[in-house]
């Protein structure tokens, strides 16, 4: 059973940075195919960015801002951040496509 762990998420700034990073556990397999989603308050779940194999995939409204990334070494995928506007706060879920597993979610919240 694939098992995900977010952390990383936090208070910050307009323009500023985070990088949410995700523990998988339970397969290697899964790795290959992972996705960052989001919700926001009163929001349905988005998909943000998807890794599968070597190809990667973003909403367009976190195109360019957002980069999506494994190590295999650490069984870790991640997801930075950059030049964040207030409409990206959400709570970050970090999903295994394969097995259909979800983390517990992580809160990042961008306000000055």
């Known amino acids: 059973q694939v098992h995900l762990v977010e952390s990383g998420g936090g208070l910050v700034q307009p323009g500023g940075s985070l990088r949410l990073s995700c523990a998988v556990s339970g397969s290697t397999f899964a790795l290959s195919a992972m996705a960052w989603h989001r919700q926001a308050p009163g929001m349905q779940r988005e998909l943000v960015a998807a890794?599968?194999?070597?190809?990667?995939s973003y909403a367009d409204s976190v195109k360019g801002r957002f980069t999506i990334s494994r190590d295999s070494a650490k069984s870790t995928v991640y997801l930075q951040m950059t030049s964040l506007k207030p409409e990206d706060t959400a709570v970050y879920y970090c999903?295994?496509?394969?097995?259909?597993?979800w983390g517990q979610g992580t809160q990042v919240t961008v306000s000055s």
């Open positions: 890794i599968s194999g070597s190809s990667t």
């Open positions: 999903t295994a496509i394969r097995s259909g597993s």
